[in-house]
């Protein structure tokens, strides 16, 4: 069975600064990998995704993550804040197509202050 | 424009009163899905189907029945709706392989009173 762990339910940032939010999955098979993000009383908006091409993946808004196979790693990165970038950001995994379901992550909130 | 729509956006139930959310899609996806979202909790997910005409039990399947009579469309029923069930539910599809995640709708926010 596969999972998603988020580490950190909240993560608070100074607008400006780098933004880290870590995901950690298991998976017996090479995956695909999700970020969503979740603004306030919105649904969920794809950010990026990793399909088994380039290990790192640009997304929407200046966001990018890395998958690390090693570290079974996929964590999203910005390098500078924007206050517009407050919302609840979830990882997701499917470990390929023969499964149904995505697995999600509990999810993280970010704060960004001015 | 392409995607889920959900209806209704907003809802209030008094308890014991039933109801039925809609989901359509109009992308031509095999798979569709139906979540709840609560705070703390994540997305834990309720039913979910794999074709026309197939459903299948999620998580958090008790108290919630779903039908997939046509390709485009995914119902969720409430038989007699309880407070518990207050929550924010989202819709979401897929295609076959998988490779471009889920699109979700833009929920159904529920109250049970």
């Known amino acids: 069975a596969q999972s998603v762990t988020q580490l950190g339910s909240h993560v608070s940032v100074s607008e400006g600064a780098l933004v880290l939010l870590r995901c950690n999955y298991s998976?017996?098979?090479?995956?695909?990998l999700f970020w969503y993000v979740q603004y306030p009383n919105q649904g969920l908006q794809l950010l990026l995704k990793?399909?088994?091409?380039?290990?790192l993946v640009k997304g929407i808004n200046g966001f990018e993550a890395e998958f690390k196979k090693s570290e079974t790693s996929f964590h999203l990165t910005k390098p500078s804040a924007h206050m517009s970038d407050a919302a609840e950001y979830f990882c997701?995994?499917?470990?390929?197509?023969?499964?149904?379901?995505?697995?999600f992550g509990k999810g993280t909130m970010l704060l960004v202050s001015p | 424009n392409a995607g889920v729509t959900q209806t209704p956006k907003f809802r209030v139930l008094k308890t014991g009163q039933s109801m039925t959310l809609l989901c359509a899609q109009d992308?031509?996806?095999?798979?569709m899905y139906w979540y709840r979202q609560d705070p703390g909790m994540g997305l834990r997910l309720i039913h979910y189907?794999?074709?026309?005409?197939?459903?299948a039990k999620g998580e958090v399947p008790d108290g919630y029945n779903v039908s997939r009579l046509k390709k485009q469309n995914f119902l969720l029923g409430l038989e007699s709706a309880a407070p518990s069930q207050t929550s924010v539910y989202f819709c979401?599809?897929?295609?076959?392989?998988?490779?471009?995640?889920?699109?979700f709708g833009s929920g159904t926010r529920l109250t049970v009173v």
């Open positions: 189907s794999v074709g026309e005409g197939t459903t």
């Open positions: 992308m031509n996806h095999e798979y």
């Open positions: 998976s017996s098979v090479p995956p695909y």
């Open positions: 997701a995994v499917i470990p390929n197509s023969g499964y149904s379901t995505l697995t």
């Open positions: 979401a599809s897929r295609d076959w392989t998988g490779r471009d995640g889920y699109t």
């Open positions: 990793y399909t088994s091409a380039a290990t």
